[in-house]
């Protein structure tokens, strides 16, 4: 069950406006799919209502506020900008949840060198068609001139996993890249 805490500066908090917080506490708990703590200040100043919403649900937050010249409407405009982030933030979890799946199918790599996989423990030696593994293009990488050292800071600093760049030792293109370990690999071609 849903905790509504509704507190008013210079405004009294009237049954109706109690309910109507009560009643988009639910609707907003039924975007979450579960109870949502909710706390709602209401204020008045000189012509204008303003509506302050701060609502908490699991480690999640969302805050809104709004104000227009009708206490109904400002709590109705904050409420909507609380489901507006909730449902945004159910989309980029459902996005990342399911993001894995699709970068580990695409990376699969057949391990025997022919056409086909084996499947284990399928009696009859029958083989499951290899998947095919997806190329996916990324921004062009401009190998600039630089030592090991500033390739390494640089690959920290940016987050990547993998650099390119030109040696300014030997003056060859090589590649920097981040280990399963968490060392850093360094690949240079023989040429």
């Given at each position: 069950m849903a905790?509504?805490?509704?507190?008013?500066?210079?405004?009294?908090?009237?049954?109706a406006l109690r309910k109507l917080a009560e009643e988009r506490t639910q609707r907003l708990e039924r975007h979450l799919g579960g109870?949502?703590?909710?706390?709602?200040?209401?204020?008045?100043?000189?012509?204008?209502?303003?509506?302050?919403?701060?609502?908490?649900?699991?480690r999640q937050r969302w805050e809104a506020t709004e104000?227009?010249?009708?206490?109904?409407?400002?709590?109705?405009?904050?409420?909507?900008?609380?489901?507006?982030?909730a449902?945004?933030?159910?989309?980029k979890r459902r996005g990342r949840k399911h993001r894995g799946w699709s970068r580990l199918d695409s990376v699969e790599a057949?391990?025997?060198?022919?056409?086909?996989?084996?499947?284990?423990?399928?009696?009859?030696?029958r083989r499951a068609p290899r998947m095919a593994a997806r190329v996916?293009?990324?921004?062009?990488?401009?190998?600039?001139?630089?030592?090991?050292?500033?390739?390494?800071?640089?690959?920290?600093?940016?987050g990547?996993?993998?650099?390119?760049f030109r040696d300014s030792a030997n003056d060859r293109v090589s590649v920097l890249y981040r280990r399963r370990d968490g060392d850093l690999g360094l690949i240079v071609p023989e040429c």
């Amino acid at each position: 069950m849903a905790v509504v805490e509704c507190s008013g500066r210079n405004v009294e908090v009237t049954a109706a406006l109690r309910k109507l917080a009560e009643e988009r506490t639910q609707r907003l708990e039924r975007h979450l799919g579960g109870p949502a703590d909710v706390r709602v200040v209401l204020s008045h100043e000189k012509h204008r209502f303003g509506a302050e919403i701060i609502a908490t649900h699991r480690r999640q937050r969302w805050e809104a506020t709004e104000e227009t010249a009708d206490a109904r409407a400002a709590l109705a405009a904050a409420f909507e900008k609380i489901d507006a982030q909730a449902v945004r933030d159910a989309e980029k979890r459902r996005g990342r949840k399911h993001r894995g799946w699709s970068r580990l199918d695409s990376v699969e790599a057949p391990s025997n060198g022919g056409g086909e996989r084996k499947t284990r423990g399928n009696g009859g030696g029958r083989r499951a068609p290899r998947m095919a593994a997806r190329v996916v293009r990324s921004r062009p990488a401009a190998a600039k001139p630089m030592g090991v050292d500033e390739a390494a800071l640089a690959m920290e600093s940016s987050g990547e996993n993998v650099l390119v760049f030109r040696d300014s030792a030997n003056d060859r293109v090589s590649v920097l890249y981040r280990r399963r370990d968490g060392d850093l690999g360094l690949i240079v071609p023989e040429c």
